[in-house]
């Protein structure tokens, strides 16, 4: 890919955006993802997608876990919209690589070829042409990948560190945005409810909420599955651990209860990668409280309507994947945090 002379993107990619007119790349269906690049962005030599979790269990179900049918999903998603986005979740994921070129006019004059960087923004925005697709790792989400992106000027991005491997620091990265809510949210609230506690943004979430509120406050950890839950209670990063069905309302209803004394939580973190857990996280927040639905598998009616149904005076706020700062945050929380470290690594560093 060459770079073309004097021609100037927009620094929010409009100029990439095939179809519909006038949207901005994330809405829209198709990317160009093939033109040389324009003098303000950057060209990575992608390596490894993190394929966001909501988008990766669908596709599990829908391909039964069969890997070979997975990889041809993905190739077929990206040669046909120019970007990883599910049709289906709607959600991306994101990406590291190596820098292999930046435009004269890119705003960011550090970065240089060579560079290993993961991308802060989705990949549902991110022009993306795959090559091949190497391995599908189906525990972690992760795909192995010889392909190029197109990072626009407005992009963030994190250079990689060297005191943590990289399929750990690009699990964490990829929901870097809820522990740094997490931190954000904590002020002045004391019980807080983590649903699906046992995952990558969840653990992380419940780190920030150990150190914020693990004193004064109680800090309760949900996850359906059994393994998990010990997990958490060897970590020891909540007062509770409660193993509960996170779509079923009535059972995270009486559990939150049971371990707040009717009290319900002032703040409930959704980070659970199945769909249904809209009221079930409405149930378990007092009149007052707040929700932060992290979830990509959240659906903003269901929300609404559910908590307009119960009668239930909620402030519920869309899981916004960026914050300031969020990407040094998350790494310093696993940094801080040998055994949630050792934990990644467990998970996703072998891979
Ligand atoms: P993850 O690592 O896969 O964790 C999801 C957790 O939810 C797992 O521990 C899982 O347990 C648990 N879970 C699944 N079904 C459950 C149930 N019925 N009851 C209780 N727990 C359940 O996912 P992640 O990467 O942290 O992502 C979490 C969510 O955030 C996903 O929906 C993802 O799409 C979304 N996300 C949002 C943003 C954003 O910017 N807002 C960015 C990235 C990701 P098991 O392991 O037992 O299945």
Not at 338 to 346: G, I, M, T, V, Y
Request: hydrophobic share 40%.
């Amino acid at each position: 890919m060459g770079v073309l002379d004097g021609q100037t993107g927009h620094p929010y990619g409009l100029h990439r955006v095939l179809a519909p007119e006038r949207v901005l790349p994330q809405p829209a269906w198709k990317l160009d993802a093939e033109s040389d690049l324009y003098d303000n962005e950057l060209l990575i030599a992608v390596e490894r997608l993190n394929i966001d979790s909501a988008s990766f269990m669908q596709m599990r179900e829908e391909c039964r876990d069969d890997v070979n049918k997975i990889k041809q999903c993905i190739l077929e998603i990206v040669a046909e919209r120019g970007k990883m986005q599910n049709p289906v979740t709607g959600s991306g994921g994101m990406l590291i690589g190596t820098v292999e070129k930046t435009g004269p006019r890119y705003p960011h004059r550090h970065v240089r070829p060579g560079m290993k960087i993961a991308t802060l923004v989705s990949l549902t925005l991110t022009p993306l042409k795959l090559e091949q697709i190497n391995r599908v790792h189906l525990e972690t989400g992760q795909v192995d990948v010889k392909g190029k992106a197109v990072l626009f000027a407005s992009g963030p991005f994190a250079i990689l560190p060297d005191d943590l491997p990289e399929a750990v620091a690009l699990a964490a990265l990829d929901v870097a945005g809820a522990p740094a809510q997490t931190a954000r949210l904590i002020r002045g609230r004391e019980r807080i409810v983590v649903m699906g506690a046992g995952g990558k943004s969840g653990l992380l979430s419940l780190c920030q909420a150990w150190k914020k509120a693990g004193t004064n406050g109680q800090v309760i950890a949900l996850e359906s599955r059994a393994e998990a839950c010990a997990e958490i209670r060897q970590l020891g990063l909540a007062h509770q651990v409660l193993e509960v069905d996170a779509t079923d309302p009535l059972a995270v209803y009486e559990a939150v209860s049971g371990a707040t004394a009717g009290e319900m939580a002032d703040l409930t973190l959704n980070c659970v990668n199945v769909p249904g857990t809209e009221l079930p996280s409405i149930l378990a927040t007092r009149d007052g409280g707040t929700i932060y639905f992290f979830s990509m598998a959240v659906r903003f009616t269901t929300a609404a309507l559910g908590a307009e149904g119960i009668g239930k005076d909620v402030q519920m706020m869309i899981g916004n994947g960026y914050a300031p700062g969020h990407a040094k945050l998350t790494l310093q929380t696993l940094r801080e945090c040998p055994p949630l470290l050792e934990l990644f690594r467990k998970r996703y560093g072998s891979c």
